[in-house]
């Protein structure tokens, strides 16, 4: 999907109100969270490398409920790609 902002896929399906954008930048994905809940994470976070994204793993504990294998899906954002170059 394509809006204003870019493109996205919802991380969550079931909530349309959460969405991450991708982009290539230099060669590598980017993620970037965006949240109708949470207008002002969009403006305090910017582009994060799936590299970084991939460090960050390391440090990811299951409490919270944030899961980053489903958020940051690289799969999809691939596919996202792919078929905006086609």
Known sequence: M???RGIYYYPYPSNRRVRM???ADDEEI???L???DDPALWLEHGWVPY???Q???KLYT???GFDPNQAYDINVARALLKEKNA
């Open 30 to 32: 980017c993620f970037r």
């Open 62 to 64: 299951k409490k919270g």
């Open 51 to 53: 590299s970084a994204i």
């Open 34 to 36: 965006w949240n109708a």
């Open 21 to 23: 954008y991708v982009r």
């Open 2 to 4: 394509k809006d204003e």
């Open 55 to 57: 460090q960050a793993r």
